[in-house]
């Protein structure tokens, strides 16, 4: 899948406690945390949104991951990169 496709993905309280939903729009990544249910907004490399993409689109692997996790490690890492919107 390439990563200019646009993907959304919006998850129950079973799938995620932290994400409500995520939006892959080529490399800006908006997610909205359930807590607040306020939205975010990113920007990421290429390679980086390929591999959301893949995820959220596996539910295989959704099931053995956490989404929340892998976005707050993305997040210290600087995979994902806050945009003021």
């Known amino acids: 899948m390439s990563a200019t496709s646009s993907v959304f993905r919006k ?3 079973n799938q995620s406690s932290a994400i409500q ?5 080529d490399t800006e990544v908006i997610v909205t945390f359930r807590s607040s249910q306020k939205a975010y907004a990113f920007t990421t490399t290429p390679n980086y949104a390929e591999f ?4 959220l689109t596996n539910d295989n ?3 053995a991951v956490s989404i929340g996790g892998t976005i707050a490690d993305a997040r210290k890492t600087g995979e994902l990169q806050s945009v003021i919107i």
């Open 11 to 13: 998850f129950d309280d």
């Open 21 to 25: 939903s995520i939006l892959i729009d």
């Open 52 to 55: 959301l993409t893949d995820m």
């Open 61 to 63: 692997v959704l099931e």
